[in-house]
């Protein structure tokens, strides 16, 4: 990846502009894709417990009173809401602006280009792993926003160095652009650093509920803590069975509300997410297995994937061995960037080293069942570092069972069996406890 960055961009005038205070924020602006915002929040709440942050989210009243009173170190936001906000921002001047996945303004007609670079700031960094995508004017666009002039006008550049370089591979002007850039740009290539980093690296991408699906979770959640609350611990443990099967549907409702009810027509923030994820991954070369217990909702992806061109496989337990077979050897061999795979039927027993990334779109309490599945990957002959993205709700159930594995790790697999937490919560108090904690945490409590 690539880190490109300016330790100034010139004194405080220049940067706040005409009639702006000169006194300089202490607050900094992360500004990523929308299936990140939530991502940075956690990170950062890991990494830097003592910075504060706020997400720019929500409505457009919401976003605009948080934009001026929010008096946190951070503000998050993402790209789409910063062209909505643009003007909001005009008032405000940060110490640091981030750009995050820095190729999002490679276009520097695009609004969301220009809405970056009117952002008034000290100091500012672009992240990317792709500061050229297809044309050396993306690199100007990146670099117009970190220092705006410094390689020219575009119309100067063209000139100067995107034309020569790109229609006559003239090296000296090659060689002249890379000196210029050099000072600025830290870059590390994963050949150069394989064994600086782990075999398997885990992250969690956090997704939030839209307003509809968010409305029909909570109804379901809520209906559940009535009947439990109702039955005593033996009534809870000779109904387990049946609370089994609607935490299920819960767990569906995160996924998609589709899979529980055919007339839902809302949004699904997961699966937008997991799309934006896949299509991040394959722009940048890399094979992804993307496993979910359910196939319905492998159905409900592969279509998404079809509306974006993007190629699969899958395979379910309605596959015969030959066909697995078959399919194994041409996504080892070929082209095709993903296999979408339902867990059950592709957990063990099949080699799949060509892929470097793996996505578990819904948690499985049998972590070690989960883990079987990232090893089709994660295996010997695999050459490359092996990523694993687990989708996760904010502020549901999802996200109160990750915490409870994270709590009982030392628990021995055995404890979490054949895909069932009936022996992880084992009372029904526990079971209330965790309810109740997503149902508040959702309601802002």
């Not at 300016?6 to 706040?16: D, L, M, P």
């Not at 079809?306 to 030959?322: C, F, M, N, P, Q």
Request: net charge negative.
């Amino acid at each position: 990846s690539a880190v490109v960055g300016e330790a100034e961009t010139g004194t405080a005038k220049a940067i706040a502009g005409e009639g702006r205070k000169q006194d300089v924020s202490r607050r900094s602006l992360i500004i990523c894709p929308a299936s990140l915002v939530y991502n940075w929040e956690s990170e950062i709440h890991r990494f830097a417990p003592g910075l504060t942050v706020d997400t720019v989210v929500g409505s457009a009243g919401i976003r605009k009173e948080k934009i001026k009173e929010s008096r946190a170190d951070i503000l998050l936001t993402s790209y789409d809401l910063l062209k909505r906000d643009v003007e909001a921002y005009q008032e405000t001047l940060f110490d640091t602006v981030f750009i995050d996945e820095a190729q999002n303004i490679k276009n520097h007609g695009t609004q969301a280009a220009k809405a970056v670079k009117a952002v008034s700031c000290a100091r500012r960094f672009a992240l990317t792993g792709t500061p050229i995508e297809n044309a050396l004017s993306e690199l100007w666009s990146i670099f117009d926003f970190l220092m705006p002039g410094f390689l020219g006008g575009y119309k100067h550049f063209k000139e100067k160095y995107e034309q020569p370089v790109t229609a006559r591979q003239d090296e000296v002007a090659a060689e002249r652009l890379r000196r210029m850039i050099r000072p600025f740009i830290l870059r590390r290539l994963k050949k150069e650093v394989l064994r600086e980093l782990p075999d398997k690296l885990e992250e969690v991408v956090y997704s939030r509920m839209e307003d509809a699906q968010r409305e029909i979770y909570e109804a379901r959640v809520q209906k559940l803590l009535d009947s439990l609350a109702k039955q005593s611990q033996e009534e809870f443990q000779v109904g387990k069975l049946q609370i089994l099967a609607e935490l299920t549907h819960l767990r569906q409702l995160c996924c998609d509300p589709s899979l529980v009810y055919e007339n839902y027509n809302g949004g699904a923030a997961k699966v937008d997410t997991c799309v934006e994820l896949v299509k991040n991954a394959v722009e940048a070369g890399n094979k992804i297995l993307l496993f979910s217990q359910f196939t319905s909702m492998l159905d409900i992806i592969r279509k998404r994937l079809d509306e974006e061109e993007i190629g699969y496989y899958i395979l379910t337990g309605a596959v015969s061995k030959e066909k697995r077979i078959e399919l194994v050897r041409a996504f080892n061999e070929d082209d095709t960037p993903v296999f979408l795979i339902s867990l059950k039927a592709g957990g063990t027993g099949l080699n799949l080293t060509a892929a470097s990334i793996v996505i578990h779109f819904d948690p499985w309490w049998n972590q070690a069942a989960q883990n079987q599945a990232t090893d089709r990957a994660h295996r010997i002959g695999q050459q490359q570092v092996v990523t694993v993205y687990k989708l996760i709700m904010k502020d549901t159930l999802e996200e109160k069972i990750l915490e409870m594995q994270e709590k009982k790790a030392g628990l021995s697999e055995e404890i979490i069996t054949e895909g069932s937490i009936s022996e992880v919560i084992g009372s029904r108090d526990e079971f209330l406890e965790i309810l109740r904690g997503a149902a508040k945490e959702s309601a802002g409590e």
